[in-house]
């Protein structure tokens, strides 16, 4: 499953996908990873949850990006969600189309079974209508 909670910057995205995964890290039977441009958050977060800084890993397009969640899902069977703060600065989209990538999390988080939830510095009216379906907060 992938859902999305859009909005422009300065909505509100980061404080929902901190809360929602704080609270998810105490009902969820396996772990939990969240992605992020940055340590920035590092104390929000609860000491069960994984954080990435991506910035480290020099990733530089959505190719190199899915490659790396692959990675990440190849290390850890007990994955169960992966937050994605700064979707589009983290899978290298800021001025691509996220259809695609958004589809090959999809195919990903099936066969792996591992949910993602991405946080979209985009109003909905600026989405491609494939990833609509996708949203579950506008901000």
Do not use: W
Not at 32 to 49: A, C, F, G, P, R
Not at 59 to 74: K, P, Q, V, Y
């Amino acid at each position: 499953m992938v859902q999305m909670i859009v909005g422009n910057k300065g909505k509100g995205k980061t404080k929902y996908l901190l809360d929602k995964v704080n609270s998810e890290i105490k009902e969820v039977a396996g772990n939990i990873v969240y992605l992020d441009k940055s340590t920035k958050h590092m104390y929000e977060l609860n000491n069960k949850i994984r954080l990435i800084d991506v910035s480290e890993f020099n990733l530089e397009n959505a190719s190199s990006f899915i490659g790396f969640i692959c990675g990440i899902i190849s290390q850890d069977h007990d994955l169960q969600q992966m937050y994605f703060d700064s979707f589009l600065k983290i899978a290298a989209l800021e001025d691509g189309d996220i259809a695609a990538t958004v589809e090959k999390l999809e195919k990903i988080s099936t066969q792996f079974g591992v949910d993602f939830i991405l946080s979209v510095s985009k109003d909905e009216t600026e989405l491609p209508e494939s990833v609509k379906k996708n949203i579950v907060i506008s901000l």
